[in-house]
């Protein structure tokens, strides 16, 4: 039973676009979510997170928006460079305070120059 | 510069051998943690540990073995018990906060 979905293994824009990645979850406990990039070879690195006491959390080019009634969070990137061509992961914790995060299968984001 | 550093990077196991995959962090970080993850899958968490000398069962701890004898070290052990071992293992740490956690560049195992 997949508890943090992703739908959409790859997404492709084009440099100076917006991209948009999209994350749903089926655990009404989940109340911190995060999203992690992930370069080939290497661990993943931390971007971005969310409570959901928030429905918006921006941090320069990267904003995350949770609809908690949809149980559904989206990453936009603007404008998107080539470098951030990756794999992106949403994940998901009950809590701020808890060591469990369960992972999406990832979005492939390729941006083409 | 702190990080996790994760030895070696390509490890290769004969059947029916136990390996020991190392995990080693200089952030200070109390909690530790290991994931596996297999092609187009996310990740998958094994074993974690949120002080020395206690760790706790994640969703796939079959098959794999944890010590923590000192906060920076989290060695992982996959025992001939795990019958399908290639994989990506991740090693993680996080302060008390717990979130977020901070990775290392992975340790690929391959069964010769």
């Known amino acids: 039973d997949q508890q943090v979905k992703q739908n959409s293994p790859s997404l492709s824009v084009q440099e100076g676009r917006i991209s948009i990645l999209n994350c749903d979850y089926t655990?009404?406990?989940?109340?911190?979510f995060l999203w992690y990039k992930k370069y080939p070879a290497e661990g993943p690195t931390f971007l971005i997170s969310?409570?959901?006491?928030?429905d918006k959390n921006e941090d320069g080019r990267f904003t995350v928006f949770l609809n908690k009634s949809a149980k559904h969070l989206s990453l936009h990137i603007v404008p998107s460079q080539p470098g951030d061509s990756a794999v992106y992961f949403c994940?998901?914790?009950?809590?701020?305070?808890?060591?469990?995060?369960?992972f999406g299968k990832g979005t492939k984001l390729t941006v083409n120059p | 510069d702190g990080g996790i550093t994760q030895s070696p990077k390509y490890l290769f196991r004969k059947e029916g051998q136990n390996v020991t995959l190392s995990c080693e962090q200089n952030?200070?970080?109390?909690?530790m943690y290991w994931y596996r993850q297999d092609p187009g899958q996310g990740l998958r968490l094994i074993y974690y540990?949120?002080?020395?000398?206690?760790?706790q069962k994640g969703d796939i701890a079959e098959g794999y073995s944890v010590s923590r004898e000192k906060k920076e070290s989290f060695p992982l052990t996959v025992t001939s018990a795990q019958k399908n071992p290639t994989a990506f293992y991740l090693c993680?740490?996080?302060?008390?906060?717990?979130?977020?956690?901070?990775f290392g560049d992975g340790t690929r195992l391959s069964i010769l």
């Open positions: 993680a740490s996080s302060t008390r906060e717990w979130q977020p956690q901070h």
């Open positions: 969310i409570s959901s006491i928030k």
């Open positions: 952030l200070n970080h109390d909690a």
């Open positions: 655990n009404s406990m989940f109340d911190y």
């Open positions: 540990s949120q002080i020395v000398n206690d760790f």
């Open positions: 994940a998901a914790s009950p809590d701020r305070r808890s060591e469990k995060l369960v």
